[in-house]
């Protein structure tokens, strides 16, 4: 199995991509840590633990607050002695363009976004950095690569996790730890919510290791770089 003896946290897990992603991850020999506030946790608990019931975690953390998520990643490291992938699954959207979106929802997409790119990485990587390797997989939109009916802030906050990719790439690689960015199209459409679960998983495996600093576009073609 492609994740045998791993343990994976999944940050913003909760969601119906999160659980997609523990799910292929559980599938594959992973431990799947999942952050989550508490009040969440009962229907994702019984979906995953009926099947997994060995391997499947729940650690409670605000993602927006650094103390917890430091606090978090001491307790996996205490609990499990390793974390090999971090996934982040930020993904907050809002509406409106630059004339209509209030300074209060710029900075709250943004910092769901974005800033908390940096609490987990911050929290987590002393860790992998400790035992010289692991995975840190971001998830992106396409609203970051080019124009179309997104929010402002959104945009500019997948724009801005794509350079958060390229730069953590390069402060980590003597490390021998990989950072990557999957750039999604639409998650309403299943398949396309397949494929990026799918990516998250080679690039979360050991079968990436001379993947790092890149942004993989799984759109079906809606966009294609030269």
Same mark, same amino acid.
């Given at each position: 199995?492609?994740?045998?003896?791993?343990?994976?946290?999944?940050?913003?897990?909760?969601?119906?991509?999160?659980?997609?992603?523990?799910?292929?991850?559980?599938?594959?020999?992973?431990?799947?840590?999942?952050?989550?506030?508490?009040?969440?946790?009962?229907?994702?608990?019984?979906?995953?633990?009926?099947?997994?019931?060995?391997?499947?975690?729940?650690?409670?953390? $605000?993602?927006?607050?650094?103390?917890?998520?430091?606090?978090?990643?001491?307790?996996?490291?205490?609990?499990?002695?390793?974390?090999?992938?971090?996934?982040?699954?930020?993904? *907050?959207?809002?509406?409106?363009? +630059?004339?209509?979106?209030? @300074? @209060? @929802?710029?900075?709250?997409?943004?910092?769901?976004?974005?800033?908390?790119?940096?609490?987990?990485?911050?929290?987590?990587?002393?860790?992998?950095?400790?035992?010289?390797?692991?995975?840190?997989?971001?998830?992106?939109?396409?609203? #970051?690569? +080019?124009?179309?009916?997104?929010?402002?802030?959104? #945009?500019?906050?997948?724009?801005?996790?794509?350079?958060?990719?390229?730069?953590?790439?390069?402060?980590?690689? @003597?490390? #021998?730890?990989?950072?990557?960015?999957?750039?999604?199209? $639409?998650?309403?459409?299943?398949?396309?919510?397949?494929?990026?679960?799918?990516?998250?998983?080679?690039?979360?495996? $050991? *079968?990436?290791?001379?993947?790092?600093?890149? +942004?993989?576009?799984?759109?079906?073609?809606?966009?294609?770089?030269?």
């Amino acid at each position: 199995m492609r994740m045998a003896d791993k343990t994976a946290v999944l940050v913003k897990g909760v969601s119906e991509l999160g659980q997609a992603a523990a799910e292929e991850l559980l599938k594959e020999g992973a431990a799947a840590v999942i952050l989550v506030d508490e009040e969440k946790k009962a229907g994702l608990a019984e979906a995953l633990t009926g099947k997994y019931p060995q391997r499947v975690f729940f650690v409670a953390a $605000d993602t927006g607050d650094i103390l917890e998520m430091e606090k978090a990643a001491r307790q996996i490291e205490d609990t499990f002695g390793k974390m090999d992938a971090l996934i982040n699954l930020q993904d *907050e959207q809002s509406t409106g363009g +630059c004339m209509e979106i209030s @300074e @209060e @929802e710029w900075s709250r997409v943004l910092k769901a976004n974005l800033s908390e790119l940096y609490y987990s990485a911050h929290s987590f990587l002393p860790g992998m950095k400790k035992r010289r390797g692991g995975r840190v997989v971001i998830l992106t939109s396409m609203a #970051g690569r +080019c124009a179309g009916d997104y929010d402002i802030a959104y #945009g500019a906050a997948k724009t801005g996790a794509m350079g958060f990719t390229r730069g953590l790439a390069m402060e980590v690689r @003597e490390y #021998g730890i990989t950072v990557n960015s999957i750039a999604a199209g $639409d998650l309403r459409d299943a398949s396309v919510k397949n494929a990026v679960v799918h990516a998250i998983l080679y690039l979360a495996s $050991d *079968e990436a290791p001379w993947t790092t600093g890149d +942004c993989m576009d799984v759109n079906g073609g809606a966009f294609m770089q030269n």
